[in-house]
């Protein structure tokens, strides 16, 4: 009877035992894998991120000619605004559905007023007057976007054999420093301009194919508007995590109690790191689309440690590096 109950004792303790490391294996194994990867600092000192963080801003430094003010750029997106809004919205319409005309006598005054205003800052080699010198801001070129992609198709779509020598490079002139000088959506108007402008070039035959395949859009510029991109949300998302601590520390989540966040200043090495080693795997395969892609597609393996906010602009619809690919492509496959 003493051997049977010692027998059932041991029984019992190694019973115990396994559930308890059963219980622990299990913790360790959920905090390895579900807690610390969300609270672990990069094993890279912070000046070495920090540096390599340099070379992503000075990928996104605009050029002096985005913030000039020379050829009054303002003047012809003003004078376009002009322009009833209803005209406008049909006018594209048409111009989107390939019924391009060139009858001027459809443009409305001030449109064709736009136009020689466009033809005018071109000339003078204008730039694109942002307003300031700041890399990092919301630019008076992206708020008039609407503006200037209708005096743009409209300066197309009315270019003939007599006005075309004109009107096409400044619509070039236009495309590239959109590019240049914009943000993500920016680049994108201007990439799908500078395509719209070689279909016009090769339909008059004016002998400017050479200027629009010299300026046609590159590889290479993607990587800066997506640098671009990336160091504004960089500035956006210092302030939304001061926001949110401040929410947390009036209104705590559950999951916050349990499992805080490391800090901030984490969140944010993290983001700089992740994008650093991104743009450094990027620069190698810049004139590569098709590496660019999978570059791209692989970005939240660049995330030494996880973390939401680079999982969430990888993730976002308005920023698809893969979309001004595609972009770039059919602008260049047109100059070909």
Not at 134 to 159: F, P
Request: glycine share 4%.
């Amino acid at each position: 009877m003493k051997a049977r109950r010692k027998t059932i004792f041991d029984f019992e303790r190694v019973f115990l035992l396994v559930v308890t490391v059963g219980v622990i294996g299990t913790s360790a194994l959920f905090y390895f894998t579900q807690i610390r990867p969300w609270r672990a600092l990069p094993q890279e000192s912070v000046g070495s991120i920090n540096n390599r963080w340099k070379t992503v801003e000075e990928l996104a430094r605009r050029e002096p000619t985005c913030f000039s003010s020379r050829g009054n750029i303002a003047a012809v997106f003003e004078k376009t605004r002009e322009c009833d809004r209803g005209w406008a919205v049909r006018y594209l319409h048409r111009v989107y559905n390939d019924e391009l005309f060139h009858d001027q006598s459809k443009l409305p005054p001030c449109a064709l007023e736009g136009i020689d205003r466009l033809i005018s800052w071109h000339e003078s080699d204008g730039g694109m007057d942002f307003g300031g010198d700041s890399d990092i801001h919301l630019s008076a070129l992206d708020d008039n976007l609407v503006e200037l992609r209708i005096v743009g198709k409209a300066a197309l779509a009315t270019a003939n054999s007599s006005n075309g020598s004109s009107r096409i490079p400044a619509v070039l002139d236009l495309s590239a420093k959109m590019r240049k000088c914009g943000d993500y959506v920016t680049f994108r108007v201007g990439s799908k301009l500078a395509h719209r402008v070689c279909e016009s070039e090769r339909a008059l035959n004016l002998g400017l194919s050479g200027l629009v395949r010299e300026r046609a859009p590159t590889y290479a510029e993607i990587l800066k508007v997506a640098a671009r991109m990336v160091v504004f949300e960089y500035e956006i998302l210092k302030v939304l995590l001061m926001v949110r601590e401040l929410k947390t520390e009036d209104d705590p989540d559950v999951w916050d109690q349990i499992v805080p966040s490391y800090s901030n200043e984490r969140e944010l090495l993290v983001y700089k790191q992740t994008w650093a080693i991104f743009f450094e795997e990027a620069l190698k395969v810049k004139d590569q689309p098709e590496e660019l892609r999978k570059i791209a597609a692989r970005l939240s393996e660049f995330a030494i440690t996880k973390s939401e906010t680079v999982d969430e602009i990888s993730e976002n619809p308005r920023f698809s590096i893969e979309r001004l690919v595609k972009d770039v492509d059919q602008a260049r496959e047109c100059t070909e």
